[in-house]
T-cell receptor, first 115, second 115 residues
């Protein structure tokens, strides 16, 4: 079945430490891939997206993500986490050839940042 | 641009009452989405419009839910009668077909509590 999976429900990292949030998808053809962030009490905001081309994509707020076809993964990374990065992060996909109406979100990973 | 504007931000009502949630989309964005977010089910797409026309309402949970988009500047999501299980945060989101598939702009949400 087609799906997007975020295996980690909750992650805690220390401020200044590196971060990697995992995302795996299960689709026949490579979908369009996205990471969104939701700060407490706010709506979701797009961090970055991958359609094709360079497998390492840069986003806002110092985040990057790497697409690995062999692993069906699109993990989000940040070299040094700031306290303001505490939020919930959602991986999302649009199946290849789909449109905005086909956007499917993962269950999210909540990030806590220790001082 | 003011972004997606939702009202009310918070609504507390009693079971059986009618609830109307409102959304003012970003000017020029031709897609409008209504999502529901709960702890148990995560983000669920309820319905989406393209150029004010409902395209897919398969996510609307039951006939108690209805959504309208009478013009490009306004949309409503109505629940009548409301039930406690409708308690959730409801998000309106927009995208523009020329901005790339899957890039959604979210409002801050309407938190609904049905007692």
């Amino acid at each position: 079945a087609q799906s997007v999976t975020q295996p980690d429900i909750h992650i805690t990292v220390s401020e200044g430490a590196s971060l990697e949030l995992r995302c795996n998808y299960s689709y026949g053809a490579t979908p369009y891939l996205f990471w969104y962030v939701q700060s407490p009490g706010q709506g979701l905001q797009l961090l970055l997206k991958y359609f094709s081309g360079d497998t390492l994509v840069q986003g806002i707020k110092g985040f990057e993500a790497e697409f690995k076809r062999s692993q069906s993964s699109f993990n989000l990374r940040k070299p040094s986490v700031h306290w303001s990065d505490a939020a919930e992060y959602f991986c999302a996909v649009v199946p290849y050839g789909g449109s905005q109406g086909n956007l499917i979100f993962g269950k999210g990973t909540k990030l806590s940042v220790k001082p | 641009d003011a972004g997606v504007i939702q009202s009310p931000r918070h609504e507390v009502t009693e079971m059986g009452q009618e609830v109307t949630l409102r959304c003012k989309p970003i000017s020029g964005h031709d897609y409008l989405f209504w999502y529901r977010q709960t702890m148990m089910r995560g983000l669920e797409l309820l319905i989406y419009f393209n150029n004010n026309v409902p395209i897919d309402d398969s996510g609307m949970p039951e006939d108690r839910f209805s959504a309208k988009m009478p013009n490009a500047s306004f949309s409503t999501l109505k629940i009548q009668p409301s039930e406690p299980r409708d308690s959730a945060v409801y998000f309106c989101a927009n995208s523009a077909s020329d901005r790339g598939t899957g890039e959604l702009f979210f409002g801050e949400g309407s938190r609904l509590t049905v007692l």
